[in-house]
């Protein structure tokens, strides 16, 4: 999922073909050489790519590890940065501060954009690809390309088109049967206004009073705020096709014998899918929620292109915060410290999923 | 249930929740059912781009009274005032357009060399280090790009390439991906051939351009489409590697920018035309080889 070429990982075909890759396959049998001076040879063809990936991917990854402990400013040879040991991480975990504040804002954001973000998805991309994968149904290949469009798409246009759609007097506000909402410059927690409705308007005192890295619990349960759930509107409305075509593959594979095994066992169409099909999907399923964290987690173009981080902080992500580090605090250590600790997050989440996964596959 | 007719190949495949039902009117319900949610499904990924393309031809006053409207109002009529705003002031997009192109053909034309002859090399050469070179690639496939921003930064600058086409280029380009897809490709060709050109006395090199290489030619059409796709759409890269160059942005670059540069009254007619520029090679290129990113994602989950 590294590295370039795609500007959404995860979300395109390129980034899916790369995890894919990623798992390995098992290697053909080892064989003899057969051309002259492989030894030489395979050592001339690897070294023009070897070369640009030790210079733009290992040493960078080095590099980030080692500026994180510096106080480079960006701007003066990161050799003249001076070292000051852990401090960006204790700045960024344990010390009181708009920096610590800004980290929990950006992690809470976060971490309600994949939680709304990754359920949604996998379900309506799943549901899709069920319907799709009807033989009685015509079409399939208008439907399927059109679900798809979106995903091959910059995210950068369809960024501008949803602020297009989202807008004051746009189309949502215009085709929802509601009162016009401001969408896109709207700090308001969605739990915030859920508790509004049934009358709880200011936090109970000690959700006000007690803090995690200098942000009330009242603001941790704040929920995403309306602008962020627009862009998870559009995050959702952009990946679908690529997952639905994943499990569309997923279920084609599916054995025709065993499906009609259980018909002929007298099983219903309701219960072979959730006896049969579900459960042999569950390594698709896995694998799509797999690629869902890892890239929600690292979500920026969308942020960048419609809400820079407002308002009022709520749309910030580590993502976008490793930005502003550098490029208008010129404070790359503090960048640095925040991308360790996103690839840590991003390390321990899928972890923790594949462990899940994993229990109640059992 | 066993009366269904096994219908050929993928058709048949899949689990048929509606298609298995026993009484006809309930198999037409639920088919009525799954076309409404197609259809409707169909309308949402499709309309904004249908809306936006319209738009781009209307005049503003218009677009503010009637933002769903695809036809432009009569009174208003149709204008060409959006795509003329695309070159003005500080907005270029010929500019971006123009860079665009060239990041991506070099960057594509780089990877379909490198990636070919490194894979080539780790899928059918024996050479001490392979496996450390194999290895290496595997891992940095994992790390997600974002996290590499700063330092790639720091490493554009210190080869001061900062600012320039080099610097939108030359990182792109070496990118493991392309390399486990051409290893994959070669891996899956024969021994037979190589073995018969090099007994009739050809060259390694030769044995790889004239025999191994075009017969790879499926695996090569697929990384340039999927290459050509990510690095057209590519944002974080251009926009770390050029900050201080308008003249060097990339198209969603400067689409990023654009709204900035406008502030309250947002001129919608040339920011969707920015946005149907920046989709439209895409979507040519999509509907005409479709085949190959369906194949490429769809490969991606079901193996296992």
């Not at chain 2, 790390?143 to 600012?163: D, H, Q, T, Y």
């Amino acid at each position: 999922m590294v590295v370039s070429g795609q500007s959404n990982p995860a979300f395109q075909t390129e980034a899916s073909a790369r995890a894919r890759l990623g798992r390995g396959r098992p290697r053909p049998p080892g064989r003899a050489r057969i051309l002259k001076g492989e030894g030489m040879w395979g050592w001339i063809f690897t070294a023009p790519a070897l070369i640009g990936i030790l210079v733009f991917l290992v040493l960078p990854i080095v590099f980030t590890v080692w500026i994180s402990f510096t106080e480079w400013n960006g701007i003066v040879s990161p050799t003249e940065a001076e070292f000051v040991g852990p401090d960006n991480y204790q700045e960024l975990l344990f010390e009181d501060g708009v920096r610590r504040e800004d980290f929990a804002k950006a992690l809470r954001n976060n971490l309600y954009y994949v939680l709304g973000v990754v359920p949604v998805q996998t379900f309506l991309a799943f549901l899709l690809a069920v319907i799709l994968n009807q033989r009685v149904l015509k079409g399939k290949g208008f439907f399927r390309t059109a679900y798809y469009f979106p995903s091959i798409t910059s995210s950068i246009a369809v960024s501008l088109i949803f602020t297009f759609l989202f807008q004051f007097n746009g189309l949502i506000n215009t085709i929802l049967p509601i009162d016009s909402v401001n969408w896109l410059d709207n700090a308001h927690g969605l739990l915030h206004n859920l508790l509004g409705v049934f009358g709880v308007d200011e936090a109970p005192g000690w959700l006000a009073q007690t803090e995690f890295m200098d942000l009330a619990l009242w603001e941790w349960l704040a929920g995403p705020s309306v602008t962020m759930s627009s862009i998870m509107v559009l995050s959702i409305w952009t990946t679908i096709g690529t997952f639905m075509l994943i499990f569309l593959a997923g279920l084609q594979s599916i054995s025709t014998s065993v499906e009609e095994a259980a018909a002929v066992d007298g099983a219903s169409s309701v219960q072979r899918f959730w006896r049969i099909t579900v459960p042999l999907m569950r390594p698709t399923i896995f694998f799509v929620l797999t690629l869902g964290v890892i890239g929600t987690w690292q979500v920026f173009d969308q942020i960048f292109a419609i809400s820079f981080g407002g308002p009022q902080k709520t749309t910030l992500t580590p993502a976008f915060l490793i930005y502003q580090s550098l490029f208008r605090d010129s404070r790359g250590g503090t960048g640095a410290a925040i991308a360790v600790l996103l690839f840590i997050i991003i390390v321990v989440f899928t972890l923790i999923q594949r462990r899940l996964t994993r229990e109640t596959d059992r | 249930m066993t009366a269904e007719p096994l219908a050929p190949a993928a058709e048949s495949r899949g689990l048929e929740v509606v298609g298995l039902s026993k009484s006809p009117v309930w198999r037409s319900i639920r088919k009525f059912l799954a076309y409404t949610v197609l259809i409707a499904f169909a309308l949402a990924f499709l309309y904004p781009f249908v809306l936006s393309s319209f738009t781009v031809f209307k005049t503003l006053p218009d677009i503010s009274a009637n933002p769903v409207s695809l036809l432009p109002a009569p009174e208003h009529g149709w204008t060409i005032e959006g795509v003329q705003g695309l070159d003005r002031g500080s907005i270029r997009i010929p500019r971006w357009t123009v860079n665009s192109v060239v990041v991506a053909v070099a960057v594509v034309l780089g990877r379909v060399v490198l990636d070919s002859l490194a894979g080539y090399a780790l899928a059918r050469m024996r050479f001490i280090g392979r496996a450390v070179v194999f290895a290496l690639v595997i891992s940095v496939l994992a790390i997600p790009a974002i996290v590499l921003a700063i330092p790639r930064f720091i490493v554009m600058k210190e080869l001061g390439i900062l600012n320039s086409y080099a610097g939108l280029i030359l990182p792109l380009v070496f990118d493991a991906f392309g390399i486990f897809l051409m290893k994959q490709f070669f891996e899956q060709l024969p021994n037979d051939l190589e073995e018969a050109a090099v007994i009739d006395g050809a060259s390694t090199f030769g044995v790889f351009w004239r025999i191994m290489l075009p017969m790879a030619a499926p695996g090569l059409i697929a990384l340039t489409i999927l290459s050509t796709q990510g690095v057209w759409n590519e944002f974080l890269h251009p926009l770390i590697a050029a900050p201080a160059s308008p003249e060097l942005r990339t198209l969603p670059v400067g689409l990023a920018l654009l709204r900035g540069a406008f502030g309250e009254a947002q001129p919608w007619n040339t920011i969707l035309a920015g946005a149907m520029i920046t989709t439209l090679p895409m979507a040519i290129i999509f509907f005409t080889f479709q085949r190959y990113f369906v194949q490429g994602v769809a490969s991606s989950g079901g193996k296992e």
